[in-house]
């Protein structure tokens, strides 16, 4: 449990770096300094930006339970990322920069038209906005059950935190800010890996964990099988992935914010590409610390149940003795698996081929105990208390922090949650800011006042989100339908913003009605396909699809009804 | 688009940066098919 040191060392974590967002982008001004930070960022700055906006508290809680429970395979997810970055770099940097633009929706303006333009910032606003809430929701869920402090609490202090830095100094802020974050959230995970790694048997060494968890089935990186409905293989990360990060970069205000905050365009490019180049190997760290952690319980007792909290109220309910009775089963069944894993390897160390066989079956034997016990405990628990969450697989990296890291590092392990948490929400904090100042009241409501007034409105936008998010985020608990809608709200509105960058981008001929008329049509299938065909078609594919659709009936239009290929 | 309006560090154009990712990519993906091709069971 927490000690003093732990609570002093995550405070003044979080207060320090929040005074420091503060402090050094005080007295920001004008436009130019607000929302592009004065254009000052140097690439690296850029590129740890990116990765911290994209990175968000969930990653950093459930990336090592999904490596714990699935393996490696969760990495084929961002396969496609590099030759996103790539793209983005050849076409989407150039023409942002040469326009000079605050936000990506006002190329739509340049290109297309005002419609257009306004289309594209309000799918933007409620796809950022809808998803915002559960940014600061999923880990105030998790760390108000650690801390047991009421989720209210937890919001507010995620929510405030931020606003004191993201209000004053705007996208300066922000990157400022996240780059002392991404370091103690990176410094943080090593060190809870080191300390997996330290704490399993003295015999094994480090390229002993590849050989044991390969053994395990862990080492699963890569897939070639080409199956549509199975999520991670080579072919889904490449090509999905493709799709999803180029609509993410390329169209998400949160990413674009970013890279247009750098000193040139040669700086944004190099910040997108050391992206490409830092994502993948960071993601296998982050994954491979769930799988230390998970070879670390094939030797120690792991708990029955990661969610310790909820482990606990259910034990004061009458499915006490059934959880006894079920620990007592598991005890067993940790002894078989830990003598078969201890056998497994001294017969590697000793290359006895045989021995290693006969051991790994009995190892498969006792997981497949355990699972069902696991399973029972999950039954066990959702019977005694109805309603509660009964995966705790974003339980299992941050128990193990709590139960196992000295004190001090606890406090800066929960700290790393909370920065995380941060940093992505200040990025989408700021990017609703710009977009409702710049494309909704600078463009429509306001035109003709000075650049004070509107950066004056950013910082008020800035704060209405901000408590808009932290109000969401108190009520997603009593609406779990919102959450899982909330969960694919990318996949229903990315494909349609790609589709109307990608026209304007690629087809010279297309005209603002067209790609807003082919717009409309995409949106409407997929939020039909969404709410009337949920089963027929898996929504990872909303994405090209609509991306596909925005383009097909554009062109069509504008062959059939608006006069043909009339250069632009 | 042109990829050489701007110079960058390093390269004598952009594509040095691009073939660089490529190949780091590549590499990677090679990596990783050969870790779990040997060890994973």
Redesign the interface.
């Given at each position: 449990m927490m000690q003093t040191i732990d609570w002093v060392v995550m405070f003044s974590t979080l207060f320090l770096i929040a005074f420091y967002g503060y402090w050094k982008t005080r007295g920001t001004t004008g436009m130019d300094g607000y929302l592009l930070g004065n254009k000052s960022l140097p690439w690296w700055n850029v590129c740890l930006s990116i990765i911290a906006t994209q990175a968000s508290a969930v990653t950093f809680l459930s990336t090592p339970g999904q490596a714990y429970e699935d393996?490696m395979r969760f990495?084929h997810f961002y396969?496609g990322l590099?030759?996103a970055?790539?793209i983005l770099?050849?076409?989407v940097v150039?023409?942002f920069t040469r326009l000079k633009v605050y936000t990506a929706y006002e190329y739509l303006e340049n290109r297309f038209d005002l419609k257009v333009r306004t289309l594209g910032a309000i799918i933007f606003l409620l796809l950022r906005g809808l998803s915002v809430g559960i940014t600061i929701y999923a880990p105030s869920l998790i760390l108000s059950t650690l801390l047991r402090w009421d989720i209210a609490w937890t919001t507010l202090l995620i929510g405030s935190l931020v606003m004191i830095y993201t209000v004053s100094g705007g996208t300066r802020a922000v990157s400022l800010t996240q780059k002392y974050q991404l370091a103690i959230i990176m410094a943080g995970m090593v060190l809870a890996g080191g300390i997996a790694y330290s704490l399993l048997p003295e015999e094994i060494g480090f390229s002993d964990t590849?050989?044991l968890?390969?053994?395990m089935?862990?080492?699963?990186?890569?897939?070639?099988d080409f199956n549509l409905s199975d999520r991670y293989n080579?072919w889904s990360g490449l090509i999905g992935g493709l799709f999803l990060f180029l609509a993410y970069f390329g169209t998400d205000q949160s990413q674009v914010g970013r890279y247009l905050g750098g000193k040139?365009?040669?700086e944004s490019?190099?910040g997108l590409?050391f992206n490409?180049?830092l994502k993948?190997?960071m993601q296998f760290i982050i994954l491979y610390i769930g799988v230390l952690v998970f070879l670390f319980y094939q030797f120690e007792r792991p708990p029955i149940f990661h969610n310790q909290s909820l482990y606990a109220q259910a034990r004061e309910t009458s499915a006490v003795a059934q959880l006894d009775s079920l620990e007592a089963v598991l005890g067993q069944t940790h002894q078989d698996r830990r003598l078969a894993a201890t056998k497994m390897l001294k017969a590697l160390d000793e290359k006895e081929p045989v021995v290693l066989d006969q051991s790994?079956s009995e190892w498969k034997r006792a997981v497949t105990l355990e699972q069902e016990g696991r399973q029972a405990v999950r039954e066990s628990i959702a019977g005694a208390l109805p309603g509660a969450k009964t995966m705790d697989k974003d339980y299992v990296f941050i128990n193990f922090t709590m139960r196992y890291l000295p004190h001090g590092l606890i406090g800066l392990l929960l700290a790393v949650v909370f920065l995380a948490a941060m940093s992505s929400t200040a990025s989408e904090l700021n990017a609703l800011s710009s977009t409702t100042a710049v494309d909704i009241y600078k463009r429509l409501i306001q035109p003709t006042a000075d650049e004070s007034h509107y950066v004056f409105m950013s910082k008020v936008f800035t704060v209405v989100w901000t408590i808009f998010a932290m109000i969401y985020a108190s009520m997603a608990n009593q609406a779990e339908n919102l959450i899982q809608f909330v969960n694919i709200i990318g996949s229903l509105f990315y494909g349609t913003l790609l589709g109307m960058f990608l026209a304007g981008f690629y087809i010279p001929y297309l005209k603002s009605t067209a790609v807003f008329i082919g717009a409309l049509v995409a949106e409407s299938i997929i939020l039909y396909l969404y709410f009337f065909q949920r089963d027929a078609v898996a929504f990872l594919h909303y994405n090209y699809i609509s991306c596909g659709v925005v383009l097909v009936v554009a062109v069509l239009y504008q062959f059939l009804l608006a006069g043909g290929k009339v250069k632009s | 688009m042109s990829s050489t309006e701007n110079k960058p560090p390093v390269f004598k154009s952009w594509k040095g940066w691009y073939r660089l990712l490529v190949v780091v990519t590549l590499l990677q993906l090679l990596a990783y098919f050969w870790i779990t091709r040997t060890l994973n069971i």
């Open positions: 393996g990495l396969f590099p030759l970055m790539i770099s050849v076409t150039p023409i590849f050989v968890a390969g053994q089935g862990k080492m699963n990186l890569i897939s070639t080579i040139d365009m040669t490019r190099l590409l490409g180049l993948i190997p790994r | -």
